[in-house]
Every structure is written in C-alpha cells, then in structure tokens.
C-alpha cells in the first residue's frame, strides 16, 4: 500500500513540476524553424529517469507535458506537438543505461542501445538524413560512451574504483538521454518538413541541418552540464535510500 501511494505521489508531484518547468523556463529558438523553440527543461529528463526509473520517468515528463500544452496551447504548434515523446525517450534511455537490473531477461542497458540503433536507421532511411550524415557524430559520440560504460559495469570496475565509474555511469545517462532526445526531435523535423507538409528540398534541409550542427552541440552541451550536475547531486543524496527508483550500482 505505501508502495502504491508513493508511485502515485511521484508521478503527481514529478509531473507538476515539469509542467511548472516548460512554463518557465525559457526556451531556445530552432535554426531554420520559425516560431519553434527547445525547451531548457529537456535537460530534467535524465534526471526523471535516474530518481523515477525507465517507466514513472518517461509517464511523468508526458503527462506534465500534455497538462502543459492543455494549461498553455498558445505556447505549442505542430512541431511542439510532434515532439512530445522526445523528452520521455530521452529519460527512458537514461534510466536503461544506468539501471543494473535485467528486463525480461536482457539487462536493461541493452534496449538503450537499441533505441539507438532504431533512431539510426530512421534517421538513414530518409534521403535528408543521407545527405546530412555528418549530422550523427553527436549521437555516435552517445553510444561511444554509452558502450564504454556498458563494458565498465559488466566487468564490475566500480567496485575498486567506485567513485571514477559512478561518474562514467552518471555521464553516460546525462549523455544518451540528452541527445536521444534531440535525435528523435531532429528525425521528426524531417518527416513533417520533407514528407508531411513537404515544404522543403532535401539538399536545402540538409544543408540547414549541417549549419545548425554547432549551435545543437553547444546547447546539447550545455544541458548534459545541467542533467550531470543534477544527477549526480540527487544519487549522492538518495543512494542509500528508497526514493532512488532504478537501481545503480
């Protein structure tokens, strides 16, 4: 029963809290998307990952989102709307690559890596994301680290070097979740702009994509900084207790 009624408070309270976060935290413009902005509170979806876990995470950015976008429509158009899931997906992530439990069998860092091979191939499918293929190295960059932690848990390094790895574990969700997200937001940029609203040439959209290459690693750095600081903090403090929904180390 305390169990129940502490899932329920989490995910009201986690919930609230993201729906206070997109109304004021102020977003950032999107190169070559007039009127669409990148909300600074994406970078709380590894955050919700780690305390929350790979399904309460992930359900409690939704919700605060959709009450959001319920509370606030003005603030939302169709690019807003075909982002939703962004952010879930990115505290989904996070959570899998730092929880050592097994899900179904398969440890949970596993289904990360598949997402991101899913979100490859999306991105390779479409001619744009051919043409713009450098547009990758981020996220290539993500499972670079995602796979270095991997091979580091299962070979149990954390345990003579416990304080270095925690932080390795802890980057490499800051990491995947962030730009996970953005991998996911940037592969639905080009299926509404290219095939749904087909507004725009692939060679002109790639080329925008490549030219706001620089300004997303920056931004993305920036809120990685913001999810690692966080996220450590909030293992430190709640390791030893129950709050700590997705187990660690």
């Known amino acids: 029963m305390y169990r129940k009624s502490y899932i329920v408070a989490s995910l009201a309270a986690f919930a609230s809290l993201y729906m206070v976060a997109l109304k004021f935290i102020k977003g950032i413009p999107v190169y070559g998307i007039p009127g669409a902005k990148i909300k600074l509170a994406v970078a709380l ?7 929350l876990g790979p399904l309460l995470g992930p359900l409690s950015i939704l919700i605060g989102t959709l009450i959001a976008m319920f509370m606030f429509p003005s603030s939302y158009n ?33 289904y990360s890596l598949f997402i991101y091979i ?10 744009v994301g051919r043409k713009a293929y450098i547009f990758t190295a981020p996220y290539a960059l993500a499972v670079m680290i995602m796979i270095i932690n991997i091979i580091a848990r ?3 390094w954390h345990v003579r070097h416990k304080r270095a790895f925690t932080l390795l574990y802890i980057l490499a969700s800051s990491v995947s979740g962030i730009f996970a997200d953005h ?6 940029a080009i299926v509404i702009f290219r095939y749904v609203l087909a507004r725009a040439n692939p060679s002109d959209l790639a080329k ?3 030219a706001a290459m620089p300004l997303a690693v920056t931004e993305r750095s ?3 900084l913001i999810a690692f600081i966080l996220e450590l903090n909030l293992y430190l403090a709640l390791r030893r207790t129950k709050y700590l929904l997705t187990e660690v180390i």
């Not at 979806?45 to 305390?51: A, I, K, W």
């Open 154 to 156: 299962e070979r149990q």
């Open 78 to 110: 169709l690019f807003s709307i075909a982002t939703i899931f962004c952010a879930p997906l990115g505290a989904l992530v996070s959570s899998l690559i730092l929880d050592k439990r097994k899900i179904f069998r398969l440890p949970a860092w596993a």
């Open 222 to 224: 920036f809120m990685i």
């Open 208 to 210: 925008i994509y490549l």
């Open 45 to 51: 979806s590894p955050v919700y990952g780690l305390v």
């Open 183 to 188: 991998f996911l937001g940037s592969i639905e």
């Open 118 to 127: 899913l979100l490859f191939i999306a991105w390779f499918m479409t001619d």
